[in-house]
């Protein structure tokens, strides 16, 4: 089976800008977490996606957000972007029926905010 | 609430030496799930081992073992035979109860190996 795919691999953005990072889950696969990782904060849960609904959410302003489409495919969204967004976003799929479930990771977003 | 803690920054071991990676974690959830992860230098996390809270024996996979120690709320990452490509850096994490999708890390450990 094809791995996690992310994309675009690399962005760079201006402050007050607003991108989209996509995500596209293991064939079967129908829950979609992303998270964002900083040298700071190291790694935090944005929200998390099954079966198009959003079933969890970290500490994250409204800024923030995602949809989940119904072949999984999962997009996040980030609106007025400020300097501290810089980060490397990664996104994970599982089957999503519980906590025994492993979570596969893709390569990872890596975004840079001018 | 989870939590995930590494109290070794960075560790070094001697090519095909054996190295433990400690974690201890804390929990209020009776049932919990609790993974390793390796994170290269190109970012992408890969999963190594899975211990899930209800388990008697401690997980296995290939040169990967998890010395897990429910009452002392421990998890620890043993690799055995460490080889070049094992320079990483390693992520302890846990997820739990009803918090879907979402797994707690810790601050993860960098693990140097020495020809």
């Known amino acids: 089976k094809a791995g996690v795919t992310q994309t675009p691999r690399y962005l760079i953005k201006t402050r007050g800008q607003q991108v989209t990072l996509s995500c596209s889950p293991i064939s079967g696969h129908r829950s979609v977490s992303w998270y964002q990782q900083t040298p700071g904060q190291g790694l935090q849960f944005l929200f998390e996606?099954?079966?198009?609904?959003?079933?969890n959410k970290g500490n994250f302003p409204g800024r923030f957000s995602g949809r989940q489409f119904s072949n999984s495919r999962s997009e996040m969204n980030v609106s007025t972007l400020e300097l501290g967004d810089s980060a490397l976003y990664l996104c994970?799929?599982?089957?999503?029926?519980?906590?025994?479930?492993?979570?596969?990771f893709g390569p990872g977003t890596r975004l840079t905010v001018l | 609430a989870q939590k995930i803690t590494q109290t070794q920054p960075g560790m070094f071991v001697q090519e095909k030496e054996a190295v433990t990676l400690d974690c201890t974690y804390d929990t209020s959830d009776p049932s919990y799930g609790l993974f390793w992860y390796k994170q290269p230098s190109s970012g992408e996390m890969i999963f190594l081992i899975y211990q899930g809270s209800y388990d008697q024996q401690n997980a296995t996979e290939g040169r990967y073992s998890l010395n897990f120690q429910k009452a002392r709320k421990s998890a620890n990452l043993v690799i055995s035979a460490s080889q070049l490509g094992d320079s990483a850096m390693y992520f302890c994490?846990?997820?739990?109860?009803?918090?879907?999708?979402?797994?707690?890390f810790g601050q993860g450990t960098i693990l140097t190996v020495h020809p």
């Open positions: 994970a799929s599982s089957e999503g029926q519980g906590f025994t479930d492993t979570q596969y």
């Open positions: 996606y099954f079966s198009e609904t959003q079933r």
């Open positions: 994490a846990m997820t739990g109860g009803t918090s879907y999708g979402k797994l707690t």
